[in-house]
């Protein structure tokens, strides 16, 4: 199963741009990388999902380089209602296994 | 996007006795759906796959018998825990797998569980 690794906690300032990097070394050639967040006491909630290059949607971009064995979260100018847990999945055939995740706080 | 329904999002109980939580894919069919606990501060831990009629496949170190897992129609799956204890205090969260093949999972709100 792929395993990811991130940053165990960011802080940031409203209006900033924050990136928020995964690694993924042994991601299989199928597996699509998908980025969640989480608000406390609440279920993940579905950001973002790439397979290789640049995906954009209204809330994020998501930078993959050739190789896949990293992904990059980009939040283009984040407000304090972004503070929550930022999770990186990878999609490991049929199970998926989340890690440690990302703590965001964003600061006034 | 899908929406996937959890009930009750809070129960309190008594040690000793059985809550069920449901997981429903309102406006899709699960054929698989997840159970995943989670403590203050910490991950998503999964618990177990569960299957429409077939039984649910547990992660190592999950008690099959104390967290019985239903998944009986295409929009319902049912987490019971038997005979809770303090200890199963936790946030348990299910979600269901779209259609396509990339891997999206669409989660529940989460049920909390105390037991007293």
């Known amino acids: 199963l792929a395993k990811t690794t991130q940053p165990i906690s960011m802080d940031s300032y409203e209006g900033q741009e924050v990136n928020i990097t995964c690694s993924h070394n042994n991601i299989a050639t199928n597996d699509y990388i998908t980025w969640y967040q989480q608000f406390p006491s609440q279920g993940p909630r579905f950001i973002i999902q790439?397979?290789?290059t640049k995906v954009t949607n209204e809330v994020a971009s998501l930078f993959i380089p050739a190789d896949r064995k990293s992904s990059t979260l980009s939040l283009p100018r984040v407000s304090l209602s972004d503070t929550a847990v930022y999770y990186c999945l990878v999609y490991a055939g049929f199970k998926t296994i989340f890690g440690a995740g990302t703590r965001l706080f964003v600061k006034a | 996007g899908a929406v996937v329904s959890q009930h009750p999002s809070r129960v309190i109980c008594k040690s000793g006795t059985s809550v069920k939580i449901e997981c429903r894919s309102l406006?899709?069919?699960?054929?698989?759906m997840f159970w995943y606990r989670q403590f203050p501060k910490q991950s998503l831990m999964l618990m177990a796959t569960?299957?429409?009629?077939?039984?649910?496949?547990?992660e190592q170190g999950v008690e099959k018998d104390k967290f019985l897992i239903n998944h009986a129609s295409l929009t319902l799956s049912t987490l019971t825990v038997t005979s809770a204890h303090p200890e199963d205090s936790s946030f348990y969260i299910c979600?269901?797998?779209?259609?396509?093949?990339?891997?999206?999972?669409?989660f529940g709100e989460g049920s909390r569980l105390t037991v007293l």
């Open positions: 979600s269901a797998r779209g259609q396509a093949n990339t891997g999206e999972l669409f």
């Open positions: 406006d899709f069919q699960a054929t698989t």
């Open positions: 790439g397979y290789k």
């Open positions: 569960s299957n429409e009629g077939s039984k649910a496949t547990y």
